[in-house]
């Protein structure tokens, strides 16, 4: 059967060769087909479209949402330091201030090398909290600025302690 068809094709290719459709016959097969209507919901088009949407607009909420978290939480949380470190650095001014009355700073090289150490580990320890803010920073500069206040009060006391121990040795001399 199908060599007898092809060769039926092959003597009457001449006829087929110079026959062209009409215009209307591509608008006449359409209208004849089942379904003329498309229904836009069976587009595959919009459904990328509307995915492409969903997935930007998925995306940006994230970014802007992570973003914004750390934003407000850096804010409180500098902003609970500072007041902190107000009350904390006048405290330690006025200890300074004290001790540089009472007695020449250079006299102790060791307390002025630990307090100069705690300083730049503050300075460090700021920056930080500047750039990644967090509870650990925080924390850690508090402990800071109370470790300084400690070794402040604490040649505080060593000074009084050899104050008194040299108005004794006065009393007893006399």
């Keep these: ?11 009457h290719r001449q006829e087929f060769d110079h026959r062209e459709p009409s215009p209307d016959a591509w608008s006449r097969i359409k209208s004849s087909l089942p379904g003329k209507h498309i229904s836009l919901w069976n587009n595959a ?3 990328r479209v509307a995915a492409i949407v969903f997935f930007g607009l998925s995306v940006y909420l994230f970014s802007t949402r992570t973003l914004n978290v750390p934003t407000r939480e850096s804010a409180r949380l500098q902003g609970e330091f500072s007041d902190l470190e107000s009350f904390y650095s006048e405290q330690i001014e006025e200890k300074v201030e004290l001790i540089s009355h009472i007695q020449n700073f ?5 307390f002025t090398q630990d307090l ?3 300083e730049a580990m503050y300075l460090v320890l700021r920056e930080q909290m500047k750039s990644h803010p967090s509870e650990k920073v925080k924390d ?10 400690d070794l402040l009060n604490q040649q505080i006391e060593t000074i009084e302690d050899s104050k008194k121990t040299k108005s004794e040795t006065k009393e007893s001399s006399v």
């Design 116 to 118: 100069e150490k705690l």
């Design 45 to 47: 088009m919009v459904w």
């Design 106 to 110: 250079s006299d102790e090289e060791q």
């Design 140 to 149: 850690a500069l508090i402990l800071n600025l109370l470790v300084r206040i």
């Design 1 to 11: 059967m199908k060599d007898s068809l092809k060769k039926f094709v092959d003597e």
